[in-house]
């Protein structure tokens, strides 16, 4: 009898201790449970390659649900490769999706990480630790990682993965096309956004009814299907939407990250070429990020701009070529100092040639009065003035110094 106890207590805390319902291997095939289910295949592969194990009685109880901590331990498994001997390591794959500061984090921090749960203390500290140090997820997120995964929540951890490990969507284009989903109201605002990126990647999908499931728990098979997609692209669903093809691009984020956006026409597309082309005149004295180039005096200046702590913190640059895809706006601004045309005057052309082509000598002539004006002192009034098919509309902000270029297709 003391022996029977002492083999049901080891089996109890292994259990506790591998953070699913079982750590001893079950054959995929001997699941009592699982066949004709809608995710049969994907419950065999993946319990194959060591991501989920089923239960000591051959099942694997597909429509039970899954805890937070559950989630992201299979998500950091599914980012590796298990070998013969049952060891794993990162694939290569994920390694260079990630930014050069989250490599080093992996490299140096977590040199050391074997994918094991914790023999001492929580089981699954060491898998929250290091998805929370790559920004996967927050651990305030979730104050108790034993509780049931809510659908939302399972998207808002789609939404940082992918925001670490490719990019987001164009957030517009992403909104507009979740429009569709049938409860998407009645989630947080914050929510919906989360919702939006996880259902117009096609990594979830919502329900026969149209429905996401919004305060719905996600079943062990669920989360076995919504792992696949973030890591295998082509296993998501296709969504459909009103995106142009061929308007898309990945541009880099102010955190080191991508976005995609989507631009209203071929022409604004070309203009964000034309912005890099731009920078090129500057040597490496110019920050592109998303659709704003920044020119800088000089190297310290750039520095100093781009160490900010917080984002109120006024920008350093003293010229600025932009677009707003989605007010099909173009945009210059300068600062006036001692030596900034000279600096700049080359890069600022090659955008503004592009934009006004034979017209391009009138806004020179706009660009240069009111320059001047501002040199000597005389006050500017707003005001607009027609440049071939464009609005221009001209602003001195409070400083004295700053001109702002707003530049309007008047054919929109």
């Given amino acids: 009898m003391k022996v029977v106890q002492w083999i049901s207590l080891s089996l109890a805390l292994w259990i506790g201790l591998s953070g699913t319902a079982s750590a001893i291997p079950v054959d995929s095939a001997r699941f009592s449970d699982i066949s004709g289910h809608w995710a049969e295949k994907t419950i065999s592969r993946l319990v194959d390659e060591g991501i989920l194990d089923g239960f000591p009685d051959g099942t694997f109880r597909p429509n039970e649900p899954v805890t937070a901590d559950q989630f992201v331990k299979m998500l950091l498994l599914s980012y590796s490769q298990q070998y013969p001997n049952g060891e794993r390591k990162w694939t290569n794959d994920f390694v260079q999706s990630l930014s050069a500061l989250n490599q080093s984090i992996l490299q140096q921090d977590y040199r050391s990480f074997n994918f094991k749960p914790s023999t001492t203390g929580y089981w699954a500290k060491p898998f929250i630790d290091i998805a929370s140090d790559l920004q996967f997820i927050n651990k305030s997120q979730f104050p ?52 939006a990126e996880a259902f117009t990647k096609g990594i979830m999908e919502g329900y026969p009814n149209g429905y996401f499931g919004v305060g719905r728990d996600v079943t062990r098979a669920e989360s076995l299907a919504i792992l696949e997609r973030i890591i295998h692209k082509d296993k998501r669903i296709q969504t459909t939407g009103s995106a142009q093809l061929g308007l898309e691009k990945i541009v880099p984020t102010q955190d080191g990250g991508y976005k995609k956006l989507i631009f209203p026409d071929a022409k604004m597309l070309q203009a964000y070429d034309v912005l890099q082309e731009a920078a090129k005149r500057r040597g490496t004295n110019y920050d592109l990020e998303e659709t704003t180039l920044r020119l800088y005096k000089d190297a310290e200046a750039k520095s100093k701009d781009l160490s900010k702590t917080t984002v109120t ?41 592009y934009l006004f082509a034979y017209d391009a000598m009138a806004f020179d002539e706009q660009f240069m009065k009111v320059y001047n004006q501002v040199i000597i002192g005389q006050k500017v009034e707003d005001t607009t003035v027609q440049v071939g098919a464009y609005s221009v509309e001209i602003h001195v902000e409070n400083d004295g110094q700053t001109i702002v270029f707003s530049i309007l297709d008047k054919k929109v």
């Fill in 313 to 353: 913190d006024v920008h350093g640059e003293e010229a600025a070529l932009w677009l707003e895809p989605q007010y099909r706006t173009y945009g210059v601004t300068v600062k006036v100092q001692e030596g900034m045309l000279a600096r700049n005057l080359e890069a600022i052309k090659t955008f503004t040639n």
């Fill in 144 to 195: 108790d990682f034993k509780a049931k995964l809510k659908r939302e929540q399972v998207a808002e951890i789609i939404y940082y993965t992918a925001k670490e490990t490719e990019y987001l969507e164009d957030e517009e284009y992403s909104q507009k096309t979740a429009v569709s989903i049938g409860d998407l109201q009645s989630a947080k605002p914050r929510e919906q956004k989360f919702i």
